[in-house]
């Protein structure tokens, strides 16, 4: 299992990948030791990716837009402004859902739009027994089985979305944001309003506001990576810097020169190097889709 140690906003971070590619699409995990010499707050970069965390330090989940503060990690829903995490002594496991993934696995989606809730208030008894195997080792090998266990066990057991539904979520990861909704609604041969409808319900975004968080994430990453904030808005999709200067402050609360020395950041190119939700989450082939 590799192990990296990577440094964090002023604190040295061990993160640990799983060896071996995850049995189960659109799930992607690492985990996180360290233990900084004084308490560290780290601010969230949205994501187009619902995050569990399960934390075995001291690290909490502070909601900035409810007040919310949520010890041990939460769920954290679709691009929700305003949250970060908080501590000194941390030991965490992190898991991205692609969104058509984490309708099964969790059992919600259009309830956690733009909010962090508790793991224990979406799988009861299921969330306390997995803390309890997880905390039972320190072995990032058997963490990470045990949760793919799990998810794969819930996904089985789950509502899956309509093929069309996973089939859009799929052409705006592709087209990295830059499809329009009348063009998805015509690839799956629904109207707007179905389409609109059936998505919100089961992704918890509707299509325009994933096309702009995919949007942003590409953006956002662009900008961590050192290109300029010129090249990033003429190459992402956005009609000018004043546009991408919006949706940084409005998805994430910072500008785009901020965004792109945010710490949240430093941790990516080794915890998330492999792909993202996958994109090849349809569960049959969306007969009239144009390819």
Not at 140 to 160: C, M, P, Q, S
Not at 200 to 221: C, E, M, N, W
Request: glycine residues 8%; contains cysteine.
């Amino acid at each position: 299992m590799p192990v990296e140690s990577v440094r964090v906003a002023g604190a040295e971070v061990d993160v640990a990948v799983p060896a071996r590619p995850g049995r189960v699409a659109g799930v992607s995990m690492a985990g996180f030791r360290s233990r900084a010499k004084s308490p560290v707050e780290l601010p969230m970069v949205p994501y187009p990716a619902l995050t569990v965390f399960i934390d075995f330090g001291d690290v909490f989940l502070v909601d900035a837009a409810s007040g919310v503060r949520m010890p041990g990690g939460g769920v954290v829903g679709l691009g929700p402004a305003g949250v970060r995490g908080c501590g000194q002594e941390v030991d965490l496991l992190q898991v991205r859902l692609s969104p058509v993934v984490a309708h099964a696995v969790l059992g919600a989606s259009s309830e956690l739009d733009g909010t962090v809730v508790a793991l224990e208030e979406l799988w009861q008894r299921d969330a306390a027994r997995l803390r309890e195997q997880l905390h039972a080792t320190r072995s990032w090998d058997e963490r990470f089985a045990i949760a793919e266990t799990t998810l794969g066990r819930r996904l089985g057991e789950g509502r899956v979305v309509h093929p069309e539904v996973a089939f859009a979520w799929a052409r705006i990861m592709k087209s990295r944001g830059q499809i329009r909704v009348e063009r998805l609604a015509e690839e799956v041969g629904w109207s707007r309003k179905q389409l609109w409808s059936r998505f919100r319900s089961q992704i918890g975004l509707t299509p325009k506001r994933a096309a702009q968080l995919v949007r942003f994430d590409y953006a956002a990453h662009r900008l961590a990576r050192g290109d300029s904030a010129a090249s990033v808005s003429a190459e992402s999709g956005y009609v000018d810097q004043s546009h991408l200067h919006r949706d940084a402050r409005n998805f994430a609360g910072l500008t785009p020169t901020a965004l792109a020395v945010a710490p949240w950041f430093a941790v990516d190119p080794v915890a998330w190097a492999a792909p993202g939700p996958s994109e090849a989450l349809t569960p049959r082939r969306v007969r009239n889709a144009r390819r």
